[in-house]
């Protein structure tokens, strides 16, 4: 949805035009290029369907960078 929410940081003014679901979406985008492995049925669906998902069963909170996790708050915050 935001293919550059891993490098850059985002903003609320860009963020606000999307809806709570949406949010949790580009929220979790970050964790499943991270390869983080879904609970959810929803989320494993969702991105199992993208090619470049790659769960890993390994996966790690600090594997993300802090633009990442600077993003994932401000995303939670107007979730």
């Known amino acids: 949805i935001i293919p550059d929410s891993s490098y850059r940081q985002l ?7 999307y809806d709570s679901s949406t949010l949790a979406l580009i929220r979790n985008e970050i964790y499943a290029r991270n390869g983080y492995v879904f609970k959810k049925q929803y989320y494993q669906n969702y991105f199992g369907a ?3 998902y790659s769960p890993n069963p390994a996966f790690n909170e600090s594997w993300l960078t802090s ?3 600077y ?3 401000l995303i939670k915050s107007m979730e």
Do not use: D, F, V, Y
Request: proline residues 0%; hydrophobic residues 25%; aromatic residues 6%.
């Open 67 to 69: 633009t990442e996790k």
């Open 71 to 73: 993003n994932i708050q």
């Open 11 to 17: 903003t609320r003014a860009e963020l606000s035009g």
């Open 50 to 52: 993208k090619s470049w």
